[in-house]
Structures are given as C-alpha cells and as structure tokens.
C-alpha cells in the first residue's frame, strides 16, 4: 500500500492458494489475486464528506467503493452494532462487511457478502520501537481457519505493514 495525502496505493503479493482451492478461504474470493501476480490500489483518504471512498486501480479505473454506515445516534443507542464498514461493487452489491461485536469491546467481525461470519479484528497491542520511540498500533485478524494475519500501523506516517504468524510480509502501503 502506498499512500499520499490524497490517496492510498495498496500492493499486495499473493502468498496465499488460489480461490480455486476452496473459495470457503476468502472474504471475498472475487478480489484475490492470482499467484505470481501483484495487486495496486488507489483508496482516497479525503473523501466528500457522508460519501463513500471510491477504490481505484493504478489507472485510476474504480474498482469498488469503502463505506461506513450508522450515525452518531445510533451508535448512542446501540454502541456495538450501530456502524458498519462495507466495502461494495460501483454498482453497490455488499462484497464483504465488517461490525462491531456485541459481546466484546473493541472487537469486530469480518462478514462474506452473505453476512457469514468470517473472521474477527481486534486491537493486540500497542509498541514503541526505533530510536525515537514511535508508537505502532497492531491489529489481529483471525480468520474462521485459525490463520492470523498481523496489521502494524504508523498513523501519523501513513503506513501499514500486513505480515502472517511467521513474520512474513504479505501487504504493505507507504506514501507515494
């Protein structure tokens, strides 16, 4: 993933089987990308306010759209499961969709197009490292098959490093 003030360029090298294995592996089969191949995105970080993020390739084609859904009032009433992250075809058909969970503070599930549970996020912890100290925050995404994926963010730096259990890295987005 690279990213700029405007936009943010996701790259990510397939180390994973093919869907063709057994699509039952993926969020959204129709969005992996083949072995031996890369994958280039574009998501704009200042989108219109109550719009969703439009997903780009690095042609500037759209590929799909980022959207968050639920208000403020809602979310007083119902804190967990007010919002939803949905990430949608142009055409708004659901590809997948992340909410709140009831049960547990600050973790969410990951949800097919068909609502199926297929994973849950939660916060792991928070590191300082290097010289200068700069904190890092780490997600954990564990996947309905046990694998974990580990997401370690630089928020002011906009960057993201996406590595399995092993350490290995699997995505990354750095400013452009």
Known sequence: ????????????????????????????????????????VRVDLRPEPFTPATVTDSYGNKVMRVSIQGSTFSQAAFPCDARRVLLTTEEGYILAQCRGSQRVDREFYLLRADGEIFGKLWQTETQSCGPDGKEHTVYTVRYITGTEWHFRGFVPQLTLDVTDS???????????
């Open 1 to 40: 993933l690279a990213l700029s003030k405007q936009s943010l360029t996701a790259s990510s090298p397939s180390v994973l089987p093919s869907p063709r294995d057994d699509d039952g592996l993926w969020l959204c089969p129709d969005l992996v990308v083949p072995g031996a191949c890369e994958c280039t």
């Open 166 to 176: 092993a350490g290995r890295l699997l995505a990354m987005s750095r400013p452009e």
